[in-house]
T-cell receptor, first 111, second 115 residues
Framework: QKEVEQNSGPLSVPEGAIASLNCTYSDRGSQSFFWYRQYSGKSPELIMFIYSNGDKEDGRFTAQLNKASQYVSLLIRDSQPSDSATYLCAVISGGSYIPTFGRGTSLIVHP | DGGITQSPKYLFRKEGQNVTLSCEQNLNHDAMYWYRQDPGQGLRLIYYSQIVNDFQKGDIAEGYSVSREKKESFPLTVTSAQKNPTAFYLC??????????????FGAGSRLTVL
């Protein structure tokens, strides 16, 4: 059973701080990693994807992948109240195209 | 604009009824998916399809059925055999170019409530 684990939170951070969201996965053969953001009552939308070890930056967002330790993280710099949402980690194993989702981490950014 | 259209947005079902959720995409994506989301839970895969006239069961297919007669359409039927169908249902597709191949694009979702 391929598993993707996330701390359900909520993770509460003050406005302007760095929010750090973590995700671990069980399948060492996983190749593709995605972060989706889901506002309450809405559908998920892509934040970032990462395929190689290391960091990938896009604006205020940085994804970090460590395949040896089997974790992927998402850093949100200068957090804003509008970043308050649930963040879903999704992982695709090698040879597949079907993502497995974690349960999501709820982020609250308070003014 | 390209996207995925789900309908209806809200649906109420009486016990013993079958209901069908519509999903249409104009992204020219090959793969389509149905997910179920319960409060505080992640997304659980119901069915997926990579090509027309072919589809595969996901992790929680019991009590559901699908068809893929056209590339653009992937309707989901929630049958009376599904004992706890109240949930948020999400349709998605994938098939973009290059590194975007496996990125999912989601519809707005359909919220089903059993009366």
């Amino acid at each position: 059973q391929k598993e993707v684990e996330q701390n359900s939170g909520p993770l509460s951070v003050p406005e302007g701080a760095i929010a750090s969201l973590n995700c671990t996965y069980s399948d060492r053969g996983s190749q593709s990693f995605f972060w989706y953001r889901q506002y309450s009552g809405k559908s998920p939308e892509l934040i970032m994807f990462i395929y190689s070890n290391g960091d990938k930056e896009d604006g205020r967002f940085t994804a970090q992948l460590n395949k040896a330790s089997q974790y992927v993280s998402l850093l949100i710099r200068d957090s804003q109240p509008s970043d308050s949402a649930t963040y879903l980690c999704a992982v695709i194993s090698g040879g597949s195209y079907i993502p497995t989702f974690g349960r999501g981490t709820s982020l609250i950014v308070h003014p | 604009d390209g996207g995925i259209t789900q309908s209806p947005k809200y649906l109420f079902r009486k016990e013993g009824q079958n209901v069908t959720l519509s999903c249409e995409q104009n992204l020219n994506h090959d793969a389509m998916y149905w997910y179920r989301q319960d409060p505080g839970q992640g997304l659980r895969l119901i069915y997926y399809s990579q090509i027309v006239n072919d589809f595969q069961k996901g992790d929680i297919a019991e009590g559901y059925s699908v068809s893929r007669e056209k590339k653009e359409s992937f309707p989901l039927t929630v049958t009376s055999a599904q004992k706890n169908p109240t949930a948020f249902y999400l349709c998605a597709s994938s098939g973009g170019e290059g590194a975007w191949t496996n990125v999912l694009t989601f519809g707005a979702g359909s919220r089903l409530t059993v009366l």
